[in-house]
């Protein structure tokens, strides 16, 4: 009998080393390669119940202190590595809109040298000077339109008056051949008129 209870306890002695051995080994893969929630919970199903507290081995505690040490040097480098970025980022961003503000005055810049150019020292926008070129265009074609309309009357007053005075000139023609006519008249009819007084 006692021999009995000494192969029982032993078998059970050794299911249960196993067991233990085979549970330690796969909460001990859970505790090295698992999330920080599945260590904690390895932990807590690891730890033995002492009256209301959980008993956890140190090494267990250590592991886990040492994994989330690790996980939070990994978080901090990665928020020290955004910040970077951020800053890179707000650089980029501060550079760009730098850029895009020469770019604008730039392109306002050239919008004004192509619709303006220098005349006389002053800058004239091209719509300014059209309209002026326009304007004293008019002008001047209403001022030839109005000398033209001189000059066709002042010609029309020339040649009558060249008419008249060649008229004039012909009546005076006429009138110096019929008063030298008379002159001649006159004179045959003195010399007949002395010859008849000296006969």
């Known amino acids: 009998m006692t021999r009995r209870?000494?192969?029982?306890?032993?078998f059970l002695v050794i299911?249960?080393?196993?067991a233990f051995s085979q549970e330690n080994s796969e909460f001990g893969s859970s505790l090295n390669t698992g999330t920080i929630?599945?260590?904690f919970e390895y932990i807590y199903r690891t730890s033995n119940n002492f009256q209301e507290y959980e008993v956890v081995k140190k090494s267990n505690l250590e592991a886990l202190k040492s994994h989330i040490l690790d996980s939070l040097k990994v978080y901090k480098?990665?928020?020290v590595m955004l910040k970077s970025e951020k800053t890179a980022q707000a650089d980029s961003v501060l550079l760009l809109s730098g850029e895009?503000?020469?770019t604008v005055k730039e392109k306002e810049e050239a919008i004004d040298a192509k619709e303006s150019f220098s005349f006389l020292g002053m800058n004239i926008q091209k719509s300014l000077y059209s309209s002026m070129m326009?304007?004293?265009?008019?002008v001047l074609g209403g001022m030839l339109l109005f000398f033209s309309m001189q000059y066709f009357k002042s010609s029309g007053r020339i040649r009558k008056a060249q008419k008249d005075l060649e008229d004039l000139q012909g009546e005076f023609e006429q009138h110096r051949k019929n008063a030298l006519d008379r002159e001649r008249k006159l004179k045959r009819e003195l010399i007949d008129a002395q010859m008849g007084k000296n006969q």
């Open 37 to 39: 929630e599945s260590q």
């Open 100 to 102: 895009l503000a020469r």
């Open 15 to 18: 299911s249960g080393t196993t």
């Open 77 to 79: 480098d990665q928020i």
């Open 134 to 138: 326009w304007i004293i265009v008019a």
């Open 5 to 10: 209870l000494f192969t029982l306890l032993s």
